[in-house]
């Protein structure tokens, strides 16, 4: 979705003055495109959360338990692949403990709601990209699945590695 974003931002730019002579500040633009994009997947992913679950997705958090036990065997299944017990444990934990897992998943789907904070300035999308990538890492560790597109995307328009001097530059508005 961002990389299409940035396509039609360019195409824009093509169309207002040509890509020979670049419309000012449309390297600008089109980060901002991609920061909305990447936000707004976050937030809209959060609010179909919600309204699948007819706003019930924290209480209905300890049936994740059986649906992550129920995808992990069909993998089993499919690949002979032994299920890790780091996953049985989780789930035991899940069943064993649903306050802490609607903690936990709760946290996560609050930084999703929450994702739009990163278009209000360098320092916000920072410490928005880091608690999106904690999210990821966590949730990778848990159940044992593969989001490192989502982090390095995270990692490049949120965090902005090279940049970082700049965020937290004393010159640079929040």
């Known amino acids: 979705m961002i990389l299409l974003g940035q396509f039609v931002t360019y195409a824009v730019v093509a169309c207002r003055g040509g ?4 419309v000012e500040g449309s ?7 991609s920061l909305v994009i990447f936000a707004a997947a976050y937030v809209v992913s959060a609010c179909m959360k919600l309204d699948n679950s007819d706003m019930k997705w924290i209480q209905r958090i300890p049936s994740l338990a059986l649906e992550l036990q129920k995808s992990n ?9 032994p299920v890790p017990e780091s996953l049985n444990r989780v789930v035991t934990l899940m069943t064993d403990h649903p306050s ?5 998943f ?3 789907l609050f930084i999703e709601l929450l994702a ?14 880091m608690a999106i990538i904690v999210m990821h890492l ?3 560790q848990l159940m044992q699945l593969d989001f490192g597109y989502h982090m ?20 640079m508005p929040a």
């Open 19 to 22: 890509l020979a002579r670049p």
């Open 100 to 104: 802490l897992a609607r903690f936990v």
């Open 106 to 108: 709760g946290g996560g």
């Open 138 to 140: 966590s949730i990778s």
């Open 73 to 81: 065997w069909s993998e089993y299944y499919d690949t002979l692949t």
């Open 27 to 33: 390297q600008r633009w089109v980060i901002h495109t």
């Open 152 to 171: 390095a995307a995270a990692m490049l328009f949120l965090v902005n590695l090279p940049g970082i001097g700049r965020t937290f530059s004393r010159e």
């Open 116 to 129: 739009f904070l990163a278009l209000f300035g360098r320092r916000w999308a920072f410490f928005t990209g």
